[in-house]
């Protein structure tokens, strides 16, 4: 079965670092385009950024330049490095696969459990 399982989140302050992993298992990785999509407090799914199976990747641009996508084939393994974090960015931050993306709308075949990432002071 499809498991996703996220890490790495917590409390950092405005201009701080994280590193976020989601360890996948249950089907072919380097097959599949990877995604992160993050939820803040009282608002709907925001799909921050896509790796493809051949390394195309894509932000969002309120991330661009500070959040960095990545994938470790071998370790079956996806990564969002983020840095010079603001507040806007606190949200719990999903990675799934099999995504459909629209204005108004994320819809994935599967989730992981998310991972809180605060930004505050």
């Known amino acids: 079965e499809v498991q996703l399982v996220e890490s790495g989140g917590g409390l950092v302050q405005p201009g701080g670092s994280l590193r976020l992993s989601c360890a996948a298992s249950?089907?072919?990785?380097?097959?599949?385009?990877m995604n992160w999509v993050r939820q803040a407090p009282g608002k709907g799914l925001e799909w921050v950024s896509t790796?493809?199976?051949?390394?195309?990747?894509r932000y969002i641009d309120s991330v661009k330049g500070r959040f960095t996508i990545s994938r470790d084939n071998a370790k079956s393994t996806l990564y969002l490095q983020m840095n010079i974090l603001k507040p806007e960015d606190t949200a719990v931050y999903y990675c799934?696969?099999?995504?459909?993306?629209?204005?108004?709308?994320?819809?994935?075949?599967?989730w992981g459990q998310g991972t809180q990432v605060t930004v505050s002071s």
């Open positions: 249950g089907f072919t990785f380097s097959s599949v385009g």
């Open positions: 790796i493809s199976n051949i390394g195309s990747i």
């Open positions: 799934a696969i099999g995504c459909t993306f629209s204005y108004a709308d994320v819809k994935c075949n599967y």
